[in-house]
């Protein structure tokens, strides 16, 4: 990809539609996407341990060349560039260059342009896989979802057994989505429903809207379960089924990169050993 300044892809010159062509999957039209501001993007922040997971992952590097990195300010634009190959400049209105204090109302700005963001990719056609940057990659979380859902969404606690139960919490950190214009009708519904729940982020307008939407659309939503996503407000850390694992319910940028730098760590240490916890020994884990 050429290198531009984000300044310059506006309207007519807006560079979406051939960044996700060029970062397609060929089974299933998909992509995957993450976003970006300055302060992950600065050396050894989120974005170097994020990429490393998929370096660090099995199976997980050839992903690398789907995913697309969105960014919201010229620093994080810059640093994409210098470290993956397909980066976006998202143009936005607010200045997100510094950690967005969580509930803050340019925190829930953001969540609210990623929503729109996502809305958009779908009407080009795309299916895509979202990822949050604090979160780590062990495998491919593709592997997980069922062809029948439309939509797949993370939540910080996973009960019973149905995933299709729509009474349990969503977490928009990790979201599978596939284009149909019933798809695209429930993200539409849910961004308009924002104006009717001021102050609210998009995963708790959505836990409002979630079930009037997928009937009045036919949607099937499937809620993945956190034996193979993971996070640490209900941490079930089984390296032998995990497929990512997201820094939730952690405060602060500082934190989420010690505590996912640990864990990272640890799997590297499982791949070798092939046993969480123990010392190196000959066993390895397979690719």
């Given at each position: 990809m050429p290198q531009q300044d984000a300044s310059t892809l506006r309207g007519d010159d807006d560079d979406l539609p051939r960044l996700l062509r060029s970062a397609a999957m060929e089974a299933g039209n998909t992509v995957v996407m993450t976003f970006l501001n300055?302060?992950?993007?600065?050396?050894g922040s989120l974005l170097d341990l994020f990429l490393e997971s998929f370096h660090e992952g099995v199976k997980t590097e050839p992903l690398l060349k789907h995913l697309v990195i969105v960014t919201v300010d010229p620093t994080s634009f810059r640093r994409c560039q210098e470290v993956h190959q397909l980066c976006y400049p998202l143009p936005v209105a607010t200045n997100f260059t510094e950690e967005q204090t969580y509930m803050?109302?340019?925190y829930l700005e953001m969540m609210w342009v990623r929503n729109k963001f996502q809305t958009r990719?779908?009407?080009?056609?795309y299916a895509f896989v979202f990822t949050d940057m604090d979160i780590v990659w062990f495998r491919n979380p593709l592997l997980r979802i069922p062809i029948?859902?439309?939509?797949?969404?993370?939540?910080d606690q996973f009960y019973g057994q149905d995933p299709y139960d729509v009474w349990k919490n969503a977490n928009g950190g990790f979201l599978y989505a596939r284009p149909s214009a019933r798809t695209i009708a429930f993200f539409k519904g849910w961004y308009e429903a924002r104006l009717a729940h001021p102050g609210k982020h998009d995963q708790d307008v959505f836990d409002k809207v979630k079930?009037?939407?997928s009937l009045r659309h036919?949607?099937?939503?499937?809620?993945?379960?956190?034996?193979y996503f993971g996070g640490f407000c209900q941490p079930k850390k089984d390296f032998r089924q995990l497929c990512t694992f997201h820094g939730n319910c952690l405060t602060g940028l500082r934190m989420k990169l010690d505590v996912l730098r640990d864990l990272l760590n640890q799997w590297k240490q499982?791949?070798?050993?092939?046993?969480?916890?123990?010392?190196r020994s000959n066993s390895t884990v397979q690719n």
């Open positions: 300055e302060a992950w993007a600065a050396p803050s109302n340019a990719v779908l009407e080009l056609g029948g859902a439309d939509i797949a969404i993370s939540c079930k009037d939407l036919g949607v099937a939503v499937h809620f993945v379960d956190t034996a499982f791949k070798i050993t092939g046993r969480q916890g123990e010392k």
